[in-house]
């Protein structure tokens, strides 16, 4: 068993981040923490550092040396430079405005997240050169490609399928990023050997484009667990703006680190939050 803890240094972790580390640490194995730090404008060193304090109040440890995203873009980009021979991926010109000026158009289809403007447009690398853009899947291409069946196993034992409107063509690099999230995660999941991906139901969403990448890679599949999240009592999501369920503040305030993490593990919550499905 091999699980990991992702977390990204743009904020401190709450309660949420701390419900799900204890979550993978309790499966036992081998329980590695990952920095996603790809997104230069969000990602900031001093939270790198309240990641471990926070780890280490709630009393969980890592096994081994953090894998810093930051340090692997090399690794990424091979990655995408392998979909891009398999002639999966396409590079894609529009802007924001593009898409959303498409997508209310009369006849665009609401649904979906990109209309596919820039899929089968012949390859210009003249204007890569000089155009910002992003690389995209074809996702009916890629489902195609990794015979026509993908989907992925949660720790409950129950499968589910993958379909190209749940994927759709999903962002996997711009020029000015190296990888999207999808894409780096599927990456160091493999090369980490990480058996069992435990993270909160919110990310359910990315499983099938990142499962359907493993398949094209040639990866391992772990099975998931997406489990439910920390809300206040009301349901309200934690956000970014609240204080109050910042790991850093419950220390402040004298909470227990260690006995926290011990009730999270059997399901309980400090009194005003609650867990719930999102
Ligand atoms: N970095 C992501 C987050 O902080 C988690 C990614 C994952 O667990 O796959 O929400």
């Known amino acids: 068993m091999i699980t990991r803890f992702a977390p990204s240094p743009t904020g401190r972790l709450h309660l949420g981040h701390a419900y799900s580390a204890v979550l993978g640490r309790q499966k036992g194995g081998r329980w590695l923490l990952r920095i ?3 997104d230069p404008g969000r990602a900031r060193p001093e939270f790198v550092g ?11 440890a ?26 999966l991926v396409y590079p894609c010109f529009c802007t924001r405005a593009d898409i959303a000026a498409s997508l209310t ?8 997240a990109y209309t596919g403007t820039c899929r089968g447009v012949a390859d210009d690398p003249e204007r890569r050169e000089t155009t910002p853009h992003s690389w995209r899947l074809d996702s009916a291409k890629a489902i195609a490609a990794a015979g026509g069946v993908t989907g992925w196993q949660e720790d409950d034992g129950s499968r589910h399928e993958g379909t190209a409107a749940m994927i759709g063509d999903a962002i996997l ?4 990023a190296p990888s999207s999230y999808h894409l780096a995660c599927v990456v160091d999941d493999a090369d980490s050997g990480v058996s069992l991906v435990v993270r909160g139901a919110d990310l359910r969403p990315s499983t099938p484009v990142q499962r359907l990448l ?7 599949e772990p099975t ?20 109050a369920p910042t790991l850093a503040a419950m220390r402040a305030a004298g909470v227990d680190g260690r006995a926290l993490a011990a009730d999270l593990g059997v399901g309980i919550l400090p009194t005003g939050y609650r867990l719930a499905l999102p």
């Open 224 to 243: 998931y667990l997406h489990h439910p999240l920390v809300t206040h009592e009301d349901g309200r999501r934690l956000a970014k703006r609240d204080q």
């Open 36 to 38: 996603e730090d790809l």
């Open 105 to 112: 158009a009369p006849h665009g289809d609401a649904g979906s």
């Open 173 to 176: 690099a711009r020029k000015d």
């Open 214 to 220: 493993q398949q094209l890679l040639g990866l391992p």
């Open 50 to 60: 309240g990641i471990r304090e926070d780890l280490a109040w709630l009393g969980l």
């Open 62 to 87: 890592p096994d081994g040396a953090p894998i810093v995203q930051s340090e692997r873009t090399h690794l990424y980009a091979a990655a995408l430079e392998r979909l891009r021979q398999m002639g």
